[in-house]
């Protein structure tokens, strides 16, 4: 089992940056491939961004291009999310996803096995 641990989520005004962090721990394996979804109330889990086992390759949504990063640092285990410029838009729980096989990162929601809790990200106008 991999545990996944959000943080840094808060209530931050229009313009505003945060960093989440997703901390995993557990039985984790050569680094699998990562990926950030939201949930924002009255819609469906999207997918924000994810990356591969080596941090090379990264996937975002189009609503997030140019505002967003996700990076990692295989070292301490944890998968970033850069967000600057936020929007009230953006508000959602955000929640962490890590693969459980040896593959590469994907965009697809029912790829990923393992879960955080989420963090609420709440931006106001």
């Known amino acids: 089992q991999v545990q996944l641990v959000e943080s840094g989520g808060g209530l931050v005004q229009a313009g505003a940056s945060l960093r989440l962090s997703c901390a995993a721990s557990?039985?984790?394996?050569?680094?699998?491939?990562m990926g950030w979804f939201r949930h924002a109330s009255g819609t469906e889990r999207e997918f924000v961004a994810s990356?591969?086992?080596?941090?090379?390759?990264?996937f975002y949504t189009d609503s997030v291009k140019g505002r967003f990063t996700i990076s990692r640092d295989n070292a301490k285990n944890t998968v970033y999310l850069q967000m600057n410029s936020l929007k009230p838009e953006d508000t959602a729980v955000y929640y962490c996803?890590?693969?459980?096989?040896?593959?590469?990162?994907?965009?697809?929601?029912?790829?990923?096995?393992?879960w955080g809790q989420g963090t609420q990200v709440t931006v106001s106008s």
């Open positions: 557990g039985r984790t394996f050569s680094n699998p491939a």
């Open positions: 990356i591969s086992r080596n941090g090379v390759t990264t």
């Open positions: 996803a890590a693969r459980a096989v040896i593959a590469t990162a994907t965009t697809r929601t029912y790829e990923y096995d393992y």
